[in-house]
């Protein structure tokens, strides 16, 4: 079975170890995994003009938006009749789960169902449908799947029925930290041999008119507002930045036991180690501009998972291309590290600029990124950082992405209402 590279004293050697063995993808532009990874890697950014709704009275013109999904492809023995009813969020969700499954290899017939869990994150679940109600689409409501409809939950649950997953199956509504406090909740469900396998999928579709006005009400800076070059709408730790577009979709990942894995004989892409999470109890929107609490997260993160933070290969960012969340970033790399120059720290990218910022998803989509870096032994770049900030002066894997020698990485997430969260990974070989 793979070991882990570059493992550090004090870790709790008794405890099983978790690998990620399958991921599952749909993105603007990525539906599967490895049009997610070559996206990523070769920086083709999927952020276009927005399509998904008019847009008028708002300075809102791009989006990363899913095109031409047919979950016919995906979910074979979907009945149409069951389908028609189904929500775009459902439909995603459960063709993400499906493809996670096959990507680790987890055949229907090769697990106790009862030993498998489904633990999700959704920011503001089915916006979709909650958009049609506010406009007074009295369809919204005609029929009693309307109640499944309008769950936050629905995806998940809609998901475990197809898929046969009998454990716990539950979703964290808790915005941008929501997939990193996921994994967290299975990974004390694997350690605690509720379960062999769980998965963990984030799903949001954020791009819909009321959401943007909810964004757009905390003013200038949040949403990017430019209208030409989609591609370089996105400008994370650079002079320039002025905000995020929205992406949707869902990702999934398969995180299983070490003894599940090797009886099956998987491949697994990273192993899990760690994951914490804190709420500052300060400001709801804005995180800590000194940096020195993340840094303590991480310090604490490195701990748990038997590291220290000069064990740190790569850190993959919240980098969402807004000014005070890009300035907390870099801050809190340089109170973890007082000691080194600019030029010594830790790479950290962010993969926004390429898929959006896809809210409850974007703590899967840096977790299925890092865990690909870590395969692949190679950093995805930041795209558009051409004119850096002078506070964030540090490598962010400006343009391109390049080899490197990865060992044990880690992933940032914030999110509204004073939370933070960080997740830790290590190479298999």
Not at 68 to 97: G, N, Q, W
Request: net charge negative.
């Amino acid at each position: 079975m793979a070991d882990i590279k570059g493992g550090g004293g004090g870790a709790d050697t008794t405890a099983e170890p978790v690998y990620v063995t399958g991921i599952g993808t749909f993105l603007a532009g990525a539906s599967n995994v490895n049009e997610f990874w070559q996206n990523l890697y070769h920086g083709k950014s999927q952020i276009g003009r927005l399509s998904r709704y008019r847009a008028e009275g708002l300075p809102v013109h791009l989006a990363a938006e899913i095109k031409d999904f047919d979950h016919r492809k995906h979910l074979p023995d979907l009945e149409d009749k069951y389908a028609a009813k189904y929500t775009r969020d459902i439909l995603v969700t459960m063709s993400a789960v499906e493809q996670a499954r096959e990507d680790a290899g987890l055949r229907r017939d090769s697990v106790d169902p009862r030993r498998v869990a489904l633990i999700s994150s959704s920011s503001r679940g089915p916006t979709g449908w909650w958009e049609s109600a506010l406009q007074g689409d009295g369809e919204a409501f005609e029929d009693k799947t309307a109640l499944l409809r309008s769950l936050p939950g629905g995806p998940s649950s809609m998901a475990a029925i197809y898929s046969d997953i009998q454990g716990l199956v539950t979703t964290v509504g808790n915005a941008c930290v929501g997939v990193h406090q996921a994994i967290g909740l299975a990974m004390d469900h694997l350690r605690a041999g509720s379960a062999d396998i769980v998965l963990v999928s984030g799903h949001d579709f954020p791009i819909v008119r009321s959401v943007a006005r909810l964004y757009l009400s905390l003013g200038d800076g949040v949403l990017t507002s430019q209208q030409d070059d989609p591609a370089t709408a996105m400008k994370p730790y650079s002079r320039d930045r002025d905000g995020f577009a929205f992406g949707e979709g869902s990702v999934v990942l398969v995180l299983e036991r070490a003894s599940s894995a090797e009886r099956r004989g998987a491949r697994p892409y990273a192993q899990l180690l760690a994951g914490r999470s804190h709420n500052e109890a300060d400001h709801p929107t804005t995180m800590d501009l000194t940096g020195h609490k993340t840094a303590r997260l991480f310090r604490e993160l490195t701990a748990a998972s038997g590291h220290t933070p000069d064990d740190i290969d790569y850190v993959c960012g919240h980098g969402t291309a807004t000014g005070y969340n890009d300035l907390a970033e870099s801050r809190a790399l340089k109170a973890l590290y007082p000691e080194r120059a600019a030029a010594d720290l830790p790479p950290i990218s962010s993969n926004k600029p390429v898929y959006g910022h896809c809210m409850g998803v974007s703590g899967a989509v840096n977790v299925a990124a890092t865990s690909l870096m870590l395969h692949h032994q190679k950093l995805a770049p930041t795209l558009n950082y051409h004119d850096p900030d002078p506070e964030c002066d540090h490598d962010h894997v400006g343009l391109t992405g390049r080899e490197a020698e990865l060992n044990y990485a880690t992933s940032l997430s914030f999110a509204f209402g004073a939370h933070t969260s960080v997740v830790s990974l290590g190479a298999v070989s």
